[in-house]
C-alpha cells in the first residue's frame, strides 16, 4: 500500500498560505496522490490529485516533486473555514482503494 | 443534487440490539461505500459497492452486513455488536468505484454501544 507521512499538526495566519508537506516514498510509478479535507463533524471532502504533473484548482494547487517521493498542498490565502485535517492520500497495493493516512490538523488563526 | 445523507445522525445500541443504518444519494453514482472512523484517526474502508453489487469487503467481521436494495440507497445493518464497534460511520458514494473518481462522503452516524 503507497503510505504516506504528514505531520500531526500545522498553524497558519489567516490570509496567509498554508503550505502543507506529505511524504509518499514507497509510491510506485503510476499511482496517484489524493487530497481529502475532514472539517469538524463532517465527512472528507475531496481536495484533489495529481500523478506527477503540479495541479491546481479552485481550492487548492498540488505540488508534486519530480521523484513522485513528496508533494505539498498549498492553500492560497487560508481562511478560518479551511481549518479542518488535511489527509494525504494513496492506494492500495490493488489500487483499487483509497487508504488515508494519518492527517494533519490545520488550525488557521485570525 | 450533490449531498448524501445519512440517517440516524446518533444511534446508541445495546450489545443485543439490531438496528440499521442508512445511506441515500441521488447524484446516479453507482459506486456506494462505508467507512469506520474511530475517534482521531482517518477513515478506514469497510465495503464498496459497484453496480449493487458488493466489491470490496476488507475482512469486516460479520456483524456488520451491508445491503443495497438499488442504485441510490445503502445499509449497514448491525447486530450483537461490541463496545469497540463504537465509531462514526461513514458513508460515500462516486460516479464509478475507480479510486480516480471523486467520493463524496455523508456527515456520518456517530454510534455508540453499550
Known amino acids: 500500500d503507497a503510505k504516506t507521512t504528514q505531520p500531526p499538526s500545522m498553524d497558519c495566519a489567516e490570509g496567509r498560505a498554508a503550505n502543507l508537506p506529505c511524504n509518499h516514498s514507497t509510491i510506485s510509478g503510476n499511482e496517484y496522490v489524493y487530497w481529502y479535507r475532514q472539517i469538524h463533524s463532517q465527512g472528507p471532502q475531496y481536495i484533489i490529485h495529481?500523478?506527477?504533473n503540479n495541479e491546481t484548482n479552485e481550492m487548492a494547487s498540488l505540488i508534486i516533486t519530480e521523484d513522485r517521493k513528496s508533494s505539498t498542498l498549498i492553500l492560497p490565502h487560508a481562511t478560518l473555514r479551511d481549518t479542518a485535517v488535511y489527509y494525504c492520500i494513496g492506494t492500495n497495493n490493488a489500487g483499487n482503494m483509497l487508504t488515508f493516512g494519518g492527517g494533519t490538523r490545520l488550525m488557521v488563526k485570525p | 443534487d450533490t449531498e448524501v445523507t445519512q440517517t440516524p445522525k446518533h444511534l446508541v445500541m445495546g450489545m443485543t440490539n439490531k438496528k440499521s443504518l442508512k445511506c441515500e444519494q441521488h447524484?446516479?453514482?453507482?459506486?456506494m461505500y462505508w467507512y469506520k472512523q474511530k475517534a482521531k484517526k482517518p477513515p478506514e474502508l469497510m465495503f464498496v459497492y459497484s453496480y449493487e453489487k458488493l466489491s470490496i469487503n476488507e475482512s469486516v467481521p460479520s456483524r456488520f452486513s451491508p445491503e443495497c436494495p438499488n442504485s441510490s440507497l445503502l445499509n449497514l445493518h448491525l447486530h450483537a455488536l461490541q463496545p469497540e464497534d463504537s465509531a462514526l460511520y461513514l458513508c460515500a458514494s462516486s460516479p464509478t468505484s475507480g479510486v480516480h473518481n471523486e467520493q463524496f462522503f455523508g456527515p456520518g452516524t456517530r454510534l455508540t454501544v453499550l
Open positions: 495529481g500523478l506527477k
Open positions: 447524484m446516479g453514482h453507482r459506486a
